[in-house]
């Protein structure tokens, strides 16, 4: 069974140009009206299902089952604007200098990400986001220390990013995340 109003959701990422990072965010949130959550099948540790995509923008409905950390990545030069539907997400950009800031997303909230960041994402089980993309995503640069230092891995833009340990350790070392904030 398809959760979703798939003529509205096209609508939606029509676009002249490329979206900035909040009409990403807004345009999650608008899709949000559109998703059937109690037709989303629950089994399983979570799924990737394709919204729109066109030549300016892309937008997934994505189902965290089971917890997930992104680790940190990069979108190769796309914005992304994310809107929680349903359970919590927590998003962090890469510190370099200054303390971690982890932010909570709650049910209704939605935040963007420039294409020029990266971060990671931690979703709590039983988390449902929409993430746009724009433009769509072509790769993914996934980040983790290797041999003591920062390595950027490519990968292809339709598959999860791994988890990265041994860069999240080392911040871990470094300093604390900041108290989480909830963020409306």
Do not use: K
């Amino acid at each position: 069974m398809n959760p979703t109003n798939a003529t509205a959701l096209a609508e939606l990422g029509v676009s002249d140009r490329p979206f900035l990072p909040v009409e990403c965010a807004e345009r999650a949130r608008r899709a949000a009206a559109f998703v059937d959550t109690a037709a989303l099948d629950r089994s399983g540790p979570g799924s990737y299902l394709l919204l729109w995509r066109n030549e300016n923008s892309e937008a997934w409905l994505n189902t965290w089952w089971e917890s997930r950390d992104t680790g940190y990545h990069d979108h190769q030069g796309s914005c992304v604007g994310v809107h929680v539907i349903e359970g919590t997400a927590w998003q962090e950009g890469l510190p370099v200098a200054g303390p971690r800031r982890a932010r909570r997303y709650g049910p209704g909230e939605s935040f963007s990400f420039p294409g020029s960041g990266i971060h990671r994402m931690d979703h709590d089980a039983g988390a449902v986001t929409i993430h746009v993309y724009s433009p769509p995503l072509q790769a993914i640069g996934h980040y983790e220390i290797i041999d003591g230092e920062l390595h950027r891995t490519p990968g292809p833009a339709d598959e999860g990013s791994p988890a990265s340990p041994h860069l999240l350790d080392a911040l871990n070392a470094l300093t604390r995340p900041s108290a989480p904030t909830a963020v409306s």
